[in-house]
């Protein structure tokens, strides 16, 4: 009777065997021209100036951020600065200990995907 559960039991689905390949940005520009009836040039100026805006509004302080309505999320946040540590456990070679250097303050970049792009998946 076991072998029976275990036989009606659903099938995981297969993973594809294909390799996916990302677009490359020649081929984005070419799908978003075609979509659009515009040339790429104007795609591909569109593309640069949305970089300048979002690099514009990660500068305004140390909380911004930039949404793209729909898919993303950029945010900046700001990591303090941390200080050297001295004869530290190494997790790699038991027995031994390790010096970490100082880490000065620094900004952080996360990007979230927002509600929709995670429906797309």
């Known amino acids: 009777m076991a072998k029976d559960k275990k036989a009606a039991a659903p099938k995981a ?6 390799d996916y390949k990302p677009l490359t940005k020649t081929e984005i520009l070419q799908k978003l021209a075609e ?3 515009l040339n790429r040039k104007q795609v591909a100026a ?3 100036e949305l970089s300048v805006i979002i690099a514009d509004s990660l500068s305004q302080g140390e909380k911004a951020s930039f949404t793209l309505p729909g898919l993303i ?3 900046k946040q700001f990591v ?7 004869n530290v456990p ?4 038991p027995g031994k200990t390790i010096d970490r250097p100082a880490k000065p ?3 952080k970049i996360k990007v979230k995907a927002l509600k929709a792009l995670k429906d797309m998946a």
């Open 13 to 18: 689905k297969a993973a594809k065997t294909e």
């Open 35 to 37: 979509k659009t009836e």
């Open 46 to 48: 569109v593309l640069d």
């Open 73 to 75: 999320k950029i945010e």
């Open 80 to 86: 303090a600065a941390k200080e050297g540590q001295k």
């Open 90 to 93: 190494d997790p790699f070679h």
């Open 105 to 107: 303050a620094h900004y």
